[in-house]
């Protein structure tokens, strides 16, 4: 069974809920998913993983939030050629630099070798049903590319 590993930042719970969504989706295809909160987690865990997902929330101009920077670290030292990557966050359209952690991880991940397996989703505040058709749209592009 193909396996997929999440690990997210989440301060106020909307990436959380973000990240669940797209769990629960890969679990009904048929994947073994695991999902765990950035502090909880190495980076190199995903070398276990064939889908290897991050999501995260954009506070400010910063890089990436405090909690996760490690693990950003951690994860442009690693080789994941042969993986499928995909990223999710929520952001605030009132703040010009919307989810730009979203793309500052699809950066990270570019640089590890891995394959992008889906468009990154970016969520204004909490998922709501528009986007939820989008992270389930999302998830199952990810698992296409396992075909
Ligand atoms: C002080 C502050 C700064 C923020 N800066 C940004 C920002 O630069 N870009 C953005 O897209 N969202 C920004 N946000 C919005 C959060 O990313 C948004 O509330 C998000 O849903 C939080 O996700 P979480 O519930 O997973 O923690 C900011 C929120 C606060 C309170």
Do not use: H, W
């Amino acid at each position: 069974m193909a396996i997929a590993k999440i690990v997210y930042a989440s301060l106020t719970g909307n990436t959380e809920e973000i990240a669940d969504i797209v769990a629960e989706r890969l679990e009904e295809k048929g994947l073994d998913v695991e999902i765990e909160e950035c502090t909880q987690v190495d980076a190199e865990e995903f070398l276990d993983a064939d889908i290897c997902i991050v999501g995260s929330y954009t506070y400010d101009d910063v890089l990436v939030p405090d909690e996760i920077a490690d693990f950003y670290e951690d994860l442009l030292e690693l080789d994941l050629t042969g993986k499928i990557y995909g990223v999710i966050g929520s952001g605030d359209t009132f703040y010009p630099c919307f989810c730009q952690v979203v793309d500052q991880f699809d950066k990270a991940f570019q640089s590890t070798g891995a394959i992008k397996g889906a468009e990154s989703v970016k969520v204004d505040l909490a998922a709501e049903e528009d986007d939820i058709v989008a992270l389930e749209a999302f998830a199952d592009a990810l698992v296409k590319q396992l075909d």
